[in-house]
């Protein structure tokens, strides 16, 4: 009894240390996720003046108007009075929370209350704008500047989303996205199942020689490619700058790490299946199609989530092999040139951003089971 | 409808030799059993014949063609694997129906085979299920099942039954027993490791050794006269006595090979018996063990029932003239 509570004891500060660090990371990778969301769905003026957080909440901020010109003063009883509304002319009506005559203090005076200047002028704000200013002598000049606290409530807009999509070229881009990201993640798949299976099971001879030479393609840099395969693409004439080039592209970068990871999934399936299915008179193509590619969907899935984001977060590629005309480029590169053209406007930046990252979250969270147990089941066998 | 023709076997793994010169001839119908040490090249004979390995020199017949080059699935036979090697992603049906769609029959001759052999080995409730949803009795039954099904002329069954609990053990050997007597014309080649699976279920044992046949002949045969000194110490349980040394000089041979249930134990001296203190008695309820120290070393000798000898008793060891085997500088068999 007391030794299990030293070792609950014992084992606390670890627990505690370990706990702390997943809270850590999750509030790491999910707040900016967070924040790039409500920012995209706010209002493009508040997100100029308060932080996504304050977003639920009713902000007060200080802010200025002018009273009407003398045009509008009217004589009552020897004094000059010019009364009207600081909401005039705004969205919609407002919350004035304090008010003041001077820059420094927007919120000396309450709503209501009488603000009285040196030279006997008066000025009143009420809570719903409407303000009355006195004076003894003719007013003359513009307007007299009023300063005041105004609430603003909440609010929420898929405006954001309706630019970028369908002004900003977003929509079309995410179109051509998927475009290439969809055959560029199948392709790759359904030729390295056939290889991973050949180069599990099937007795080639020098199979050990093309494993080998598959994992030294693993360590080559995909920029060194770039050059030679772009000379390759013009010589035919038919692949450069079209999605068959990128596709084939896309496929070849992706091969080597496929078959990797194919491979030593499948070569881990108990060998006794495979004698099963020989001598119960299955050819290869029959064992891989009815036995193995049923059992390694844990697998086909944990690689189709790589390639998926590969392909879809990949620039370069993109650009080298499909260009940056508009009517065919990537997400990535719009929002790159958005970043450019449209710096200053976050509500298109982030509804932009987040248009990009719905799609990998959408894959990786159908897919996550199959991912994390496919990665197991590569590394420790039969896992 | 098969027999097989094993002549001067050999299979190497680059400068391993695993199987040497095998030579055996099995007949049709014939219930064999490869027994031996781990190690000794039984399951890989057993996978040579079935055509999962190939054969490095050679000639294996089946049915009177020399199959070395076939492919296991036109070589009429079935084999019942070790782990059962059931398809996990496939119903009990799908599973025992594979084997017939690969030859393309029809679905409707298919369906009628599958479901006789579900009744006879009483799968029909479990047509439907995964194998991970069945008993390891039951997946044995499957993959039993999926051989029967092909009516293959020849069976191979690698260990099936190591994997069972020992209860289940008994009553699946009796099954296959069974099974064997229900189709008298099957030849069934078994690989075990279990002297009593060999012992009760074979017609011929075949007794394997470091890749070499060591004796091949009936239970009784093996039991009574081995024919060397490996077979003596591998057949029968508790192991024989293999005694060199004084009693062996004076039955003329360089080891004398003596039964624990050929051993009289008695209490006073007398010609030809050994004398020892017991190190130790297992009283097992229908019979009893003592392990006997002799300066001939530890000889084990049986008693019926109850002993009446317990730990530390002087005994004298008389073996029973007519049991005893002897056994030449080689190991061989004094005939």
Redesign the interface.
Known sequence: MASTVMNRIRLEPSRFALHLAVILIVLVWTLPTAGILVSSLRDKNLIATSGWWTALTTTVRSAQSRTKGPDAQVEQGGKFVISGNLFEGADGPGVVKAFGTRVAKPDEFPPGTVAAYDDGRSLTVNVDGSYVYTSPIKLEGTGQRIFYMTSVPPKFTTENYNTVLFSEGIGRAFVNSLTVTIPATIIPILIAAFAAYALAWMKIPGRGFFIAVIVGLLVVPLQMSLIPLLKLYNATGVLPKTYLGIWLAHTGFGLPFAIYLLRSYIAGL?R??I????????NDF?IFR??VL??SFPALASFAIFQFLWVWNDLLVAMVFLGTEKEKSVLTYSLNSLLGSRGGNWEILTASAFITIIVPLLVFFSLQRYFVRGLLAGSVKGG | MADIKLTNLNKSYGAVHILKDVNLSVKSGEFIVFVGPSGCGKSTLLRSI???ENISSGVLEIDGAVVNDV???KRG???V?????L???MSVYENIS??LE??GLDRAIIKQKVEKVADMLQLTPYLTRLPKALSGGQRQRVAIG?AIV?GAKVFLFDEPLSNLDAALRVQTRMEIAKLKRDMPQTTMVYVTHDQVEAMTLADRIVVLQAGRVEQVGTPMELYEKPGNVFVAGFIGSPKMNLISGGPAERAKCKTLGIRPEHLDVETKASAGAIAGVVEYAEVLGSDSFLYVATENGLITARQNGRTTHGNGAKVYLKPQNEHIHRFDDNGQRIA
């Open positions: 108990p006794d299946l004698e099963s299915a020989q001598v119960d008179g299955a029959k009815r036995i049923p059992l | 079935c055509g999962l492919p296991p699935s036979i079935a084999m694997f070790q782990s059962y090697a398809y996990p992603h594979f084997a690969n030859q999926r092909r």
